[in-house]
């Protein structure tokens, strides 16, 4: 019955582990998100200025020239 305790007490620390790193990954998809959606604004604010001075195609959509 006491070799049980010791296992009871790892199970219990690794689930907590578990549970924090969730919570961490949770946390790191939102904030991927909200990056993500704001990399796609200041692509488009870019791609909109470079059009407003007179470029023909934003530079990330054009193709190297070896294409």
């Known amino acids: 019955m006491t070799d049980i305790i010791p296992l009871e007490e790892k199970i219990a ?3 907590r582990t ?3 790193l ?3 990954v949770a ?3 939102k904030e991927l998100a909200l990056l993500t959606r704001r990399m796609a604004m200041l692509m488009e604010r870019e791609a909109a ?3 407003e001075t007179g470029g023909s195609i934003p530079l ?3 193709r190297p020239p070896h294409w």
Request: aromatic share 0%; glycine share 6%; hydrophobic share 20%.
């Open 22 to 24: 969730s919570d961490i």
């Open 13 to 15: 620390h690794l689930t």
């Open 60 to 62: 990330g959509d054009q």
């Open 27 to 29: 946390r790191q998809e």
């Open 49 to 51: 200025r470079e059009m």
């Open 18 to 20: 578990v549970d924090d």
